[in-house]
């Protein structure tokens, strides 16, 4: 990474770790601590000591795992963990974790407990208190474990009980030590977020201060100390919303000495380049470049039908066209761009999940371009990159913009791509998307659009036999795009833009509906 050894923007923050130990919530426990206010950051468990202690945190939290603390070869955290006065919250196996390294006892229990599991808080403590937990009765947690605590270790209270008598909290609050069976970050814990909460402001001390406020004058301050007072720093738009956020941070730290360049691969929606270019030029300080590469790119992409290789090419172009264009300005030795923290997070991950689709090609300009890196947003998630752009004064439509591929709609084009498919993706695409908007359903939706199917087949139109393409059209609903179920769009409104589709575009013979969730689908088609 390029920025080793620099003082880091949020080098003083205060801040939360969680240790991950590959449990499916990890990411999720990092976003639900934000929320709350807090700063937080994921490291693999097996970190060491003097590395976590180095940056100073107000409290560490070890996550979930699929594994079994007893099992041989088990994920285990430094037992100097304990020993250090840092507060630790031990989540489900975090908290199996905590009392097998303290002297308790974890055996594989007689039944396990999955879904939504009654509770009753049986000691005063101060991770339960106020709110529902004023009622023992109402108290619930999800839970998804077959190992339990029998014993917690010697200094530790029983906290909470299940309906089923298992262990469902303990705590040492003498040391601040918790652990807690069910996962206080998922939405189907009620007071889940109060325990968090809870953990943060009372028995860690947080004050709160991850604000988008905070995080803009923090990373502006930043980006001047690194690109000092004369320097310029050039930065690759495509549209997005990251990119787009980054630039609006570059025009606050650094007014005309930031460069923008837009490679225009024709590849957008219909008329998305045209209100880029119109944002942009109109809003940003800095020298704003628009390079229509439509041409070169339906050129390279000819008679290409592997979806990968799409990928590849594009990837590719956009890197060539980029680098003839930046290379030409002279003396900028500075490229910002829009990496965000969950790619961050998997390009170091701890599991090393499979790649079923070579995601993130574009943009992700490559090193030897000799270029410094300048990340804002690495430590970012989606949804805080959206508020940091609202802070910025964004325009809703920029913020709220559903996500779109980098490769665009080459891979929303089965088989090969040509001018005239374009066109008319581009146009069923459009009408899709304004009834969507007209039926107040944009923000329900993760993503909406058509796709061009590569299939034709025979239908009627007027009292002609017609021969044409069948465009499919796809709305899916997702919390982060790793899974995501189809949305049940009402029929009235299928059958509005079906009869639009056909009508208003003369080569389109049928529409159909993608009713296919994530697994076993993938939102795309390519
Ligand atoms: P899938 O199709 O894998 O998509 O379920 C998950 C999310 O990723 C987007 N996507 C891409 N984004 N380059 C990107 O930058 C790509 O090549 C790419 N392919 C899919 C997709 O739109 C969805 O939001």
């Not at 409290?59 to 099992?71: D, E, F, K």
């Not at 917690?152 to 029983?158: I, R």
């Not at 320097?231 to 980054?246: F, M, N, T, W």
């Not at 990928?311 to 060539?320: A, N, P």
Request: negative net charge.
């Amino acid at each position: 990474m390029k920025e080793q050894g620099k003082p880091h923007a949020g080098a003083h923050r205060e801040k939360i770790i969680i240790l991950d130990f590959g449990g499916q919530y990890s990411m999720l426990i990092a976003r639900r601590i934000r929320e709350l206010g807090v700063y937080c950051e994921l490291l693999p468990y097996n970190t060491r000591l003097e590395e976590l202690l180095e940056q100073k945190p107000v409290g560490i939290i070890l996550s979930g795992s699929p594994a079994s603390v007893y099992r041989e070869g088990a994920p285990q955290s430094d037992p100097g963990l304990f020993e250090s006065g840092i507060p630790v919250l031990g989540i489900c196996y975090g908290m199996q974790l905590l009392t097998r390294q303290l002297g308790g006892k974890v055996v594989r229990g007689s039944r396990s407990e999955f879904g939504r599991t009654p509770f009753t808080v049986v000691e005063p403590n101060p991770l339960f208190t106020g709110g529902i937990f004023g009622d023992p009765a109402a108290c619930c947690g999800w839970m998804s474990h077959q190992d339990e605590v029998l014993e917690p270790p010697p200094g530790f209270k029983v906290l909470a009980r299940s309906e089923n008598g298992t262990l469902a909290a303990i705590g040492d609050d003498s040391r601040k030590l918790y652990g807690l069976q069910f996962h206080p970050e998922v939405v189907h814990t009620p007071g889940g977020s109060e325990v968090l909460q809870r953990y943060l402001y009372d028995v860690c001390g947080c004050s709160g201060s991850w604000t988008p406020r905070s995080f803009i004058e923090e990373e502006v301050a930043d980006i001047r100390a690194r690109v000092g007072e004369t320097e310029r720093v050039v930065c690759a738009l495509s549209g997005g919303v990251d990119s787009s956020v980054v630039a609006f941070l570059l025009d606050r730290a650094l007014a005309d000495r930031a460069v923008f360049i837009f490679v225009d691969h024709g590849l957008l929606r219909l008329g998305e380049a045209e209100q880029v270019t119109e944002l942009y030029s109109r809003r940003l300080r800095g020298q704003f470049i628009h390079i229509n590469a439509r041409d070169r790119f339906l050129k390279k992409l000819e008679g290409v039908i592997d979806p990968e290789e799409k990928r590849q090419i594009i990837g590719h172009e956009f890197i060539d066209v980029f680098k003839e264009e930046a290379l030409s300005m002279g003396d900028i030795a500075y490229l910002a761009q829009g990496t965000i923290y969950p790619d961050v997070i998997e390009s170091g991950s701890v599991n090393g999940a499979a790649v079923i689709k070579s995601h993130h090609n574009v943009g992700g300009l490559p090193e030897e371009l000799g270029f410094e890196l300048i990340e804002p947003l690495r430590e970012l998630f989606k949804d805080e990159v959206r508020l940091v752009g609202a802070e910025l004064g964004l325009p809703e439509g920029m913020i709220k913009r559903q996500p779109f591929p980098g490769p665009g709609l080459a891979v929303r084009i089965i088989g090969d791509i040509t001018a005239e498919k374009l066109r008319l993706l581009q146009q069923a695409d459009a009408i899709f998307r304004e009834e969507i908007d007209k039926a107040g359903l944009k923000d329900e939706l993760w993503q909406y659009f058509a796709v061009l199917t590569g299939i034709n087949v025979v239908g009627v139109k007027g009292d002609d036999r017609h021969y044409g393409p069948v465009i499919a059209i796809r709305a899916v609903t997702s919390e982060d795009a790793m899974t995501a179920d189809w949305a049940r769009l009402p029929l009235e409104l299928l059958e509005k833009i079906s009869a639009r589709i056909t009508g208003e575009i003369p080569e389109a013979a049928r529409v159909v509906y993608d009713i296919t969730s994530k697994p076993p689908g993938t939102i795309e088609w390519e």
